[in-house]
C-alpha cells in the first residue's frame, strides 16, 4: 500500500476522473433536484461505472465527495429534511449474466461458504419509479419521505398520502398476521401506470409544456409537488419491497417481510420469488424480461437479495450499497442520440407520418437509426428541430419513437422542421380535415398507398396470402400489374413470371397462394379492405353482428354507433367507406372473383361448447400461440377479451404471465394453468387433436411488412 500511494498517476486519469466528477453531479442534480434529466439512463450508469472502475484502479484518488461515495443527491428547497433511522443505500447494477453469478460468488467468499453451495435468495421486479420511507408508529402513519440522499430525505407526507394504496393506519388482514411494531420503517417504490403517464405528457404537449421522459421521472415530478392537490390528480401508487428500523417486531428473512407487509395492508408486488439458487435468479429475470412489455408499469431489471437477513449483518454495506443486494438491469429501452433529418411517409389510408433518422444508437440490443415524430402537432408542440439531440425510446417490438429533444445541447445550428403541403410520392395537396392531427393524401392512385394497402390486404390476418412480402408489393404496382387488391384474383402463372427473380415455380406457389385465399372469412375479409378505425377486433364484432356483407353494407350511423364498442367516428369511417362507389366497384371485383365466406358452415360443423363463458390468456402457451387460442375459444362460442374484470369466468395462465395475472387475484376471477383447459375442453367433448385438425385454421404465413 506504501508503493501504491507513491506511484505517479498519469495527469489524463486525474483529469478524467474530475471531469467524470462533474459530469455526475450535474446530472444528479438534473435528476434528483430538477427532475429533469439530460441523458438517458444508460449513459449515466456508463459514466459511473467509468468512474468506479478508475477509483478501484486509483483507490488513492477517492474523496469523500466523490458520487461513488453516497447514494443521490442532497434535498430540494422547499422541503422539510427528514433523517433516515436506517440508511437508504442505493444497489450495485448488473447488465451481464456473468456480473450476477460473480456477485453470487463474491458473497461465498466473503462468508467462507463453499463455491458449490446453495444461498437462497428473493428476486422481485425492479420498478422504474421513486425510493419512499414510510414511518409508522403504533400502526398510525405519520412520515413520508424520499431517499434523498440516502441518510436525509425530503418529507413528502402530505403527498404520499394522496396515493389511495398506501393506508394510514396499518390493520391486521389476517389471522396468522404478526403484532403491528411499534414502529416500523417501510420502504417502497413510488411509480405511475404506463397509461396515467401518458395521459399525463398528454396534457402537458397539449399545453406547450415539455413532456417527462419516463414514468420515473414524471412519479418524481408528481411526489416533489408543493401543492398535494396537484400530486392527487396524478395517480400514483406504490409497491412495498422492504424494512429499515423495526421496534417491537424481528424479522428473520426478505421473504417474511414480504409475506407480511400485505397482511398488514401494505400492497407488494405479486410477481415477487423466493428461489433456491443464482441460477433460479438468472432464469427468473429472463422470465420477466420476456413479459415487460407487458404490465401496465416501468421495470428497468429485477433485484436480487440475500433471503436470510442474519446474513445480511454479516454481509454488512459498502459506501453507498449493501453487499446483498444486486439490481441485475435489462437492456435500456432509451437513449440520447442526434437528429439528422426527417423524411415523410405515406400509408395505405393517404396518412403522411414524419420519420427521423437518426444518428444510428444501440437501444434494448437493436440498432436503431429511425423513428416515428407521430405529426405535425406532435413536432411543433416539442419544438423539435434537425440536429437536435434527442431522446429516443423503444420498447419490446413497439416502433421507436422520440420522446423529446434535449435543448440544454442546442448549439444554435439546429434547424426547424418544415411540413410538406404536397404529397411527397405523388405530388397531390395534402388534406387535413378538422378534429385531426394527421395530414392526407388524397389521391387513392398515388403509388405509396396502393403498395401498402396491397401489404395489408395479403398480410396473415387478413387474405393471408404466403409469398407477397413488400419487395413483391412494390414490383406488382410498380409495373402497373395492381392498381387495387382485386387485381391479384385475375393475373395468371405467367404474369408473375414478369417480376424480377421468379421462375415458374415460384410463380406458381404465389399464385396458388392467391387462390387458395379466396376461400376466407368476413372478419378477415373486413379486415382486409382496410377501412379506417376497423381493426382485428371491430372486423370480427362487425361480421358477428351483421352475418353479411351485403347488410354491412347497407348499415347506418345509427345502426353501427348502438352496437358497443363502435363510437361515431368508427362508424361514420365505415359507413363513408361503403358509399365510396370506388370501393364498392372493388369489394364487387373481389367477390367476381371467387372470394366466399366460411363462417355458417363452420359454426354448424362446430359445438359451440364454450358459449356463454369470457376467457383471458396471458403468458405463453406451449400449444398455442395468442391469436390461436382466442381463435379457438371464439369458434366454441366463447368470448376471448383482452381486459380482466368480474365478468371473465376464466384467466388461463401460461409460462411468465403478466398483469392479468395479477389482476385476476386479485378480483378474485378463477385461474387454471394450459393444463386445466385443455381438461376442460376435454370435459366438453373437444380434444387436442381436434382442436389441431378440425378447429384451428393451419398454413398461416405472415406476408412481412416494415413501417419504414
Keep these: 500500500m506504501a508503493e501504491e500511494s507513491k506511484r505517479e498517476i498519469p495527469p489524463e486519469i486525474i483529469e478524467r476522473v474530475k471531469k467524470l466528477r462533474e459530469e455526475i453531479e450535474y446530472h444528479n442534480y438534473r435528476y434528483y433536484v430538477l427532475d429533469s434529466p439530460v441523458i438517458s439512463d444508460a449513459e449515466y450508469d456508463a459514466l459511473m461505472r467509468e468512474l468506479r472502475e478508475l477509483e478501484a484502479k486509483y483507490p488513492e484518488l477517492i474523496t469523500p465527495d466523490s458520487p461513488t461515495q453516497r447514494v443521490g443527491f442532497k434535498p430540494a428547497e422547499g422541503f422539510k429534511e427528514v433523517p433516515h433511522k436506517e440508511p437508504m443505500l442505493s444497489l450495485d447494477d448488473a447488465m451481464e449474466e456473468a456480473e450476477v453469478i460473480e456477485f453470487d460468488k463474491r458473497i461465498k467468499r466473503f462468508l467462507n461458504l463453499p463455491e458449490n453451495m446453495s444461498i437462497e435468495y428473493t428476486v422481485e421486479p425492479k420498478i422504474d419509479g421513486v425510493a419512499v420511507e414510510l414511518v409508522y408508529e403504533d400502526g398510525l402513519f405519520t412520515v413520508g419521505s424520499t431517499r434523498g440522499d440516502g441518510y436525509v430525505g425530503e418529507d413528502v407526507t402530505n403527498n404520499i398520502k394522496t396515493i389511495k394504496t398506501i393506508p394510514l393506519r396499518l390493520r391486521k388482514f389476517s389471522e396468522d398476521a404478526p403484532d403491528i411494531p411499534k414502529r416500523i420503517d417501510i420502504r417502497g417504490e413510488v411509480y405511475l401506470t404506463k397509461e396515467e403517464f401518458k395521459r399525463i405528457n398528454e396534457e402537458r404537449i397539449a399545453k406547450k409544456e415539455i413532456p417527462f421522459a419516463n414514468p420515473r421521472n414524471a412519479a418524481a415530478g408528481s411526489l416533489r409537488q408543493l401543492d398535494p392537490q396537484i400530486t392527487a390528480k396524478r395517480r400514483l401508487d406504490i409497491f412495498c419491497y422492504g424494512v429499515g428500523y423495526v421496534e417491537g417486531y424481528q424479522f428473520k428473512t426478505q421473504w417474511e417481510i414480504l409475506e407480511t407487509l400485505p397482511k398488514w395492508g401494505l400492497k407488494v408486488n405479486p410477481l415477487v420469488k423466493k428461489v433456491s439458487n443464482i441460477e433460479e435468479a438468472i432464469k427468473y429475470h429472463h422470465e420477466i424480461e420476456k413479459i415487460r412489455d407487458t404490465l401496465p408499469y416501468e421495470i428497468d431489471g429485477i433485484v436480487i437479495k440475500v433471503n436470510d437477513l442474519s446474513l445480511w449483518e454479516k454481509l454488512g454495506t459498502k459506501a453507498r450499497s449493501p453487499r446483498y443486494a444486486l439490481a441485475y438491469k435489462f437492456q435500456p429501452t432509451q437513449a440520447t442520440t442526434q437528429l439528422i433529418d426527417v423524411v415523410f411517409q405515406v400509408g395505405r389510408t393517404g396518412a403522411v407520418t414524419p420519420v427521423a433518422i437518426l444518428k444510428p444508437v444501440k437501444i434494448g440490443g437493436v440498432i436503431v437509426e429511425r423513428a416515428t415524430l407521430h405529426n405535425e402537432d406532435f413536432i411543433k408542440n416539442l419544438d423539435i428541430r434537425i440536429g437536435d439531440y434527442v431522446l429516443v425510446q423503444r420498447a419490446g417490438d413497439v416502433i421507436p419513437e422520440i420522446v423529446m429533444p434535449i435543448k440544454e445541447r442546442r448549439t444554435g445550428e439546429e434547424r426547424e422542421i418544415h411540413f410538406p403541403t404536397h404529397c411527397p410520392i405523388c405530388g397531390s395537396n395534402l388534406i387535413r380535415k378538422p378534429g385531426e392531427a394527421i395530414w392526407r393524401c388524397p389521391n387513392k392512385a398515388c403509388y405509396a398507398q396502393g403498395v401498402r394497402r396491397l401489404l395489408h390486404f395479403a398480410s396473415r390476418n387478413a387474405m ?52 387458395k385465399s379466396k376461400k376466407t372469412t368476413l372478419a378477415r375479409f373486413l379486415y382486409a379492405l382496410g377501412i379506417r378505425h376497423v381493426g382485428e377486433a371491430m372486423a370480427q364484432l362487425l361480421a358477428e353482428k351483421f352475418k353479411s356483407l351485403d347488410k354491412l353494407m347497407q348499415a347506418s350511423m345509427v345502426d353501427l354507433a348502438s352496437i358497443p364498442g363502435i363510437g361515431p367516428e368508427a362508424a361514420r369511417s365505415i359507413v363513408e367507406f361503403f358509399k365510396d362507389e370506388e370501393n364498392r366497384k372493388i369489394i364487387e371485383r373481389l367477390l367476381q372473383a371467387g372470394i366466399t365466406f366460411e363462417e355458417e358452415e363452420k359454426a354448424e360443423e362446430i359445438p359451440k361448447v364454450l358459449e356463454g363463458l369470457t376467457f383471458v390468456f396471458t403468458g405463453t402457451l406451449k400449444n398455442f400461440t395468442r391469436d390461436e387460442v382466442k381463435e379457438l375459444v371464439t369458434r366454441l362460442g366463447a368470448k376471448a377479451t383482452d381486459s380482466v374484470s368480474r365478468n371473465v369466468n376464466f384467466v388461463v395462465v401460461g409460462e411468465a404471465p403478466g398483469s392479468k395475472y395479477q389482476k385476476a387475484l386479485s378480483l378474485g376471477v378463477k385461474t387454471i394453468n394450459e393444463e386445466e383447459f385443455l381438461k376442460l375442453l376435454e370435459e366438453k367433448g373437444i380434444t387436442l387433436e381436434d382442436i389441431k385438425t378440425k378447429i384451428l385454421k393451419e398454413g398461416k404465413t405472415e406476408a412481412k411488412t416494415t413501417l419504414f
Design 464 to 515: 393471408n396470402i404466403e409469398g407477397l412480402g413488400e419487395k413483391v408489393a412494390r414490383d406488382l404496382v410498380d409495373r402497373g400489374m395492381v392498381q387495387t387488391p382485386a387485381d391479384l384474383y385475375y393475373l395468371k402463372v405467367e404474369d408473375f413470371m414478369k417480376l424480377p427473380g421468379f421462375a415458374y415455380k415460384k410463380a406458381k406457389n404465389l399464385y396458388n397462394a392467391i387462390q
